[in-house]
DNA sequence: CTAATTAAAGGTATTTTTGTCCTTAATTAA
DNA sequence: TTAATTAAGGACAAAAATACCTTTAATTAG
């Protein structure tokens, strides 16, 4: 469904959203290990979500790590789906037809619209701070291997 | 959603059973023509369709090319997933999480098994068959570049 | 039987995705 | 001010997906 990358953004921030504040920043390490993913590959889509601040914030330095606001829990997932550039899904044909449209269908089309609607609401509806609350404090990420 | 090959498989497999019958065989070159896939990889994903019969079927030589007997085009779309071997997309959790479960859910785990559900049940009620009678014989793969 | 046609099979090449590493910049504490 | 810490940024490496090409095998028509 997802690639790689965009599974790790989608931990990762939730993972932030419910350990981290101002002043309890996140390490990559931690990050990493608590989500089961590599480390340095896991920089590289923290820091696209840190770009502009527009999911994640972060800081250099001893005691930085990463963090979010209250305000950006407030982001629908669908806000980290477009970081990472996955947003096409919600718009793409099943089967990969570039001029799939509802005048010229797919022969999946119609049946896959009102799926494809939901995977939309779900993404849209859904707040990072609603998923964050929803992930057991203890038990989601470990025991992943 | 699925890969390259996976469209081309299913795209390839409802062109087949468009327009093919025991004495109307269809070339690659055809094929990969009107479902706009490049043939040299279309040809690989054709052989997994045609092993053991599975899903298509193949003849050398001249007149010779695809097609697909009456049976086969009873079968579901889900076939042609577990042939290309993309058909743990329904096990899979949207997070990627191994040890996702029931009893140890991913936040999003329970808003997104009912759209599970709904995507295991299109391509196991779908079959060929109906999806190729759904494709309209002139406009559907054509005009796709 | 021979030549032509078409898929099968295997190897190779390219591109994309995933992952690593090293240096730089920022921040903090001493 | 210096040393330590942590993310940023860039180059590089490995793996997987996608795509191509060449030879072989099967079939058919003449």
């Known amino acids: 469904m997802f690639s790689k990358a965009t599974e790790y953004a989608l931990r990762a921030t939730i993972y932030i959203a ?17 989500i089961d993913s590599p480390p340095s590959f896991t920089a590289k889509i923290l820091q696209l979500l840190t770009k502009d601040n527009s999911v994640i914030h972060s800081v250099r330095g001893p005691n930085g790590g990463f963090y979010i606001t209250e305000k950006n ?13 996955e947003n096409d899904l919600f718009e793409k044909c099943i089967l990969g037809l570039k ?3 509802e005048t010229n269908p797919c022969p999946l089309h119609f049946q896959y619209k009102p799926i494809k609607q939901e995977l939309i609401y779900l993404f849209q509806t ?20």
Do not use: G
């Not at 419910?18 to 608590?34: F, G, H, N, P, R």
């Not at 998923?131 to 203890?138: G, I, M």
């Open 126 to 145: 859904n707040t990072i701070l609603e998923l964050s609350e929803k992930a057991d404090s203890e038990s989601l990420f470990i025991n992943n291997k």
């Open 99 to 101: 001029k799939c449209s």
């Open 73 to 85: 829990k407030q982001l629908p997932l669908k806000k980290i789906l477009e970081v990472v550039n």
């Open 18 to 34: 419910q350990k981290s504040s101002v002043d309890k920043k996140l390490s990559l390490t931690e990050i990493a290990q608590a």
